[in-house]
Each structure stands twice: as C-alpha cells, then as structure tokens.
C-alpha cells in the first residue's frame, strides 16, 4: 500500500460550498511530465474553462507541479500542494491519482486519464464515485490489441514482437496476462521487456536485436515521455516498428500512436472543475470514460524504416505526420 502522510491536512473540511464571488480560486495541477506537456492536458483545460466564464488571472489561478518523468518526486509534490489547501487537484495518470486517495479525503481531485477508477479504489461506483475523486478513465479495452495489430498490418511476416514497459507504470504481470491472445489472434511471438529509466534503454534494444525482434510496442509512461527522443532514435538505428500511446511521442522516430484524445479529455475535465468550483461534491459527480481514440501515423518514420504504411490504414488515419 501506498501510504503518504502530511501532518494536519486531513482537518480540513471537504470543499462543498460554491467559490465566494471576487476571491480568485486555486487550481494544483500535478503533471506526470515536464511543462512541455502543458499543450496536450494544461491548455485544452485553459481553453474549456474559458469555454465556462473562467479566465487565468482574473478569477483562478493555477498551482502547477511537474514530476519531470521521475516517479518518486510525486508524493513531496502533492504534499506541497495540499499544503495550500487548493480549491481542486487536476492530476494524470494513474500514480498522482492514487497517491491522492491516501494523501487526503478532503481536498477535491479530478483525476484524468486513469485506469477503471472502481478497481483502482478510487471511487464506489462510476455514477456516484462517493469520495473527494472524480475525472476521466482513458482505459479502452483492447487498444493494446488493437495497436499490435496495426504492427502486424504494416510487418505481416513478423514472427516475434516486444513489449516495452515500465514496471512502475504497466506491471509485467498485467501485460503477461493477455500475452495468450495476442500471440494467438496475431500468430506471433510476443515477449515483454522492461526499462524502468533511460540506462535500461540500451540494454532492452539489444536483446530486441539479439532474439530479431520484428516490431515494438512501447507502452505510456511519464518517464517514456522524458526520454521519448532517445526511444525512437534506439527504434530506428534498430530498424523497429513501433506503436506508441500518444501522438506527442512520435517526434523522433515513433511510426504509430494509437491512444485516447488526451486534449479532448483534458478540456471535458474542465467542465469537472468548474462544478466543483460551484460546490458540487466530486463524490456526486459521475466518472466518465474517454470516448474518442486516436489514430496518428508517422510516415516520416516509415520512410526511415523503408516501410510502406497500408492505405487502409492512412485512410482511418486522425493524423498524418508528412
């Protein structure tokens, strides 16, 4: 269990009184990344409190934390924003949201892009979450699945894949148990790597190379994100496919992102946040589940690879990167 103590915070009173007219509220914001995120969660969350008469500056302010892709800065980062007893905590992903269900029942949090938020402990039910969580699950069945399968659709000789992962994010024991289905609905090998931080790195493309990887599915993690550079550069110098968990991890050399719109659920969650500013309780306020996925192709990696991308593919495509 995780356990994250501050001294005296739990007091507090759970927010459920409207924003008194004339005092500015405070927005914590915990990122899982560094500020260059702040175009995939920060401004479409500016944009939709905009969309709902809120302006930075004038009648909130944000309280931003950045984790910089290092795992264990998440519980000081959080205690300092309890510490300033914030009107609501944005968090993302699944590891600053758990780590606010120990750290305080009181203080509002709208949690995006988590697992299913009942497994996790987060909330009683999806429509009554009955706690001081809320937000946004991102978790689509089958869209590792599915992103395997584009790997096979663009390398249909393949024999063996590689999943690439996290422990601290994506426990091997949770990716292991699909393994199965994969290799039977896809008629491929797949063995499961891990890299906990960017010394790994080497390390896991080199068994890629040495067992002949055909292709790589290289799973999200705030961590990835830092290093996303170095990752793609390893994906092309080994010549390897790769399909990833968000379009903003293509940059360097990444061929796929097949992932939930983070932008769209981001400006969703400000219609969370302003309710709570209301004083609506989160615990009244239903979780929802991300709707709409995302397909990007990057053909300035196939080109890189020399691989052709299947039209079928390009056509059901969000983005085209040329």
Known sequence: MVVLTVVGLLAWPLRGNAQPAGRMARIGFIGSTARDSQATFVDPLREGLRELGYVEGQNYAFEFRWAEGKQERFPALLAELIAIV??????TGNRPAMLAKYATTTIPVVALAVDDPVEMGLADSHARPGRNITGLSGAFQGILDRRLQLLKDVVPA????????????????????????????????????????PDDFDAAFATMARERVDAVAVLADSTFWTHRARLGELCIKHRLPSVWGGAGYLDAGGLFSYQGDFAAMSRRAATFVAKILKGTKPGDIPFEQATKLELVVNLKAAKALGLTVPQGILVLADEVIR
Request: proline letters at 9%; aromatic letters at 6%.
């Open 86 to 91: 914030p009107d609501v905590i944005v968090t």
């Open 158 to 197: 393949a024999r063996l894949f590689a999943v690439l992962a996290n422990p601290f994010a994506n426990p091997r024991a949770d990716i292991e148990k699909n393994r199965p289905n994969w290799e039977r609905t896809l008629g491929v090998q797949v063995m499961v790597l891990e890299a906990r931080g």
